[in-house]
């Protein structure tokens, strides 16, 4: 949907530098340190009942990375005056001053701790605002989260702040199930090692979880992630699977047992409301995003590159200009555009995509090179 | 190694007193990135500036004070040019800001694999 060149990120934090005459939020300050969440057609149903995340034209508003009212661009590159994409997701952070539209502006209300929280605009939201807003487990449900990167990892705190008495993560690296431990997971399975996933789930809960959430967009995860519902049980799609893939269900039994297979986008929520509920949580010590995210200085850039590549590392998040890069827990190798990455000016740290095979191999064979470069 | 050219161009042009005109004579082949457009005169902001400053944003006393231009920002970005390319760090202009827009200075970029 989107055209080139452009500009990506959908997940910023930083500072407010101008705003326009028109802007509806009259408390929003220069100076103000903001995060930046999705943005919004503003007239369809849901958009005009409080939510936005279902917005009927969410993919094309989003990802069309243009001004909805002309289709403009603010963007040129300065060498050739040449149209770049550059509101992707109304924001386009992956740039040093972005113009973004007044939609996706969130007053961030702990500045000090901006960098933890700059994937609230997305990942984090999009985990716990499904369990948060849309399942809603109870303490005598059973909830299974499948594929614990920043949005399964914060499904799985959500779930754990709402004391559900039976919290599944099923991944295939075991650092992450480790750390779905630590953060409040009842049982792990590693999907990794074979056997049968949803006969696991079943034993373990007793007939079927009562929640599923699948955060890997693989179509054999999502068949699985139905499979492992119970009775009246809720499977939640949040993963983005590939252009043109299909799940097979088996009907009856999805008949027999009532069940229900829904689609999430960004844990339906209000970014408004949501950002600043789930920093007052971390705030509280209940939402510890910061163990998701790992800070290295550029001198060890190649620890970095290293626990990338051994799952320790996940999602990159980049500190503009400055020497600290900060990392989460997530293999890169999840990137579905296959994109390389400049991590830092200057320093070009090529990763290449790897291939996402539910059973099989991560492969680590992708060469790590990185070069200075003259920029 | 862009960094200390641009230290270098940063020290120069603080600690003289260059004009428009002199300044365009200097051997380099690096252009500091100017954060207002190239029109509006500037002479050398003779502010405080930690030792490593690297960035023009720098310059600006209080990081409360509006810009003065909302046209034609200058600025850096990575570029993606085409599908499953490299993201580029190049020089970008961003138009305006418009009466429904806010322009942000990014501190943090996550990145999301869902894109």
Redesign the interface.
Known sequence: MVE????????????????????KDKS????D??L?SFTTCGTCKPCKTQHPAFCHKHAVVNQSAV?MSDG?T??????SNKS?R?Q?FG????????????KC?VKCPNPDS??VY??I???FQTGAGTILNVLKPEVDDSVVIFGL??VGLAALMAAVQRNVGKIIAVDIVEERLQLAKELGATHTINSRQGGNVPGAIKGVTGGGANFAVDCT?ITKVIEDMVESVGPQGTAALV??PPANARVKIDPLSFLLENKKFVGVIEGDSNPRELIPQLVKLHEAGKFPIDKLCKTYPVAKLQDAIHDMHSGKVS???????NTLL?T?R?P?S?????????IA??V?L?IGYVEDEYTGAISDSQSCKYS?R?? | ???D?FYLIREAVVNSNETEATKTKMPVTHKPLP?LSPSVNRTPVKTEVAPKA??VENIIP??????DE?KN???????????????????????????????????????????
């Open positions: 080139f060149p452009a500009i990506f990120g959908h997940e910023g934090a930083g500072i407010v530098r101008s705003i326009g005459s028109n802007v929003l300050k220069v100076g340190a903001v930046l001004r403009s603010p963007a040129r590159l300065k060498n770049v550059s992707y924001q386009s952070s992956f740039s040093k001053m972005s113009v973004v539209n007044e502006v901006m960098a700059a994937p605009g997305c990942g990167g920043s967009g993963g983005v999602d990159i998040l980049f500190q503009w200009y900060l989460d997530r890169l999840r990137l579905s555009t296959g994109v390389r990455m400049v000016p200057g070009r090529q200075s003259i920029l | 190694m862009f960094a050219i954060l690297h960035h209080s990081q409360t004070t509006p810009l909302t920002i200058e600025t850096t970005a990575l570029v993606v040019k085409e599908p499953k390319a490299d993201f580029e760090l190049m020089p970008i202009v961003l138009d305006e800001v418009r009466p429904d827009e806010v322009l942000i200075e990014m501190k943090y970029s996550g990145i999301c694999t869902s894109s």
